[in-house]
């Protein structure tokens, strides 16, 4: 999927391809990210594109790191 990556985010279909990572991988680590923070998700001509959140990741680390 074209987009702008710094705007949009990346698909998951290119992981997808990648030697032992099956299809539903990407979507279901997504979930995952998404839903803890450091990833944002963003709907674009029915694909979703993924994108850092620095926000998201700072509150994460710091969650990490006063977890130690």
Known sequence: MDGDRVEDGVCG???AEA???GAPT???H???LT???PVRPKRLE???MY???EPGIR???QAIEESM
């Open 59 to 61: 509150a994460a680390r």
């Open 35 to 37: 839903g803890t923070g």
């Open 19 to 21: 030697p032992g990572v």
């Open 30 to 32: 997504g979930l995952v």
């Open 26 to 28: 990407p979507g279901e």
């Open 13 to 15: 279909a290119p992981i």
């Open 51 to 53: 994108r850092r959140d």
């Open 46 to 48: 029915g694909w979703t």
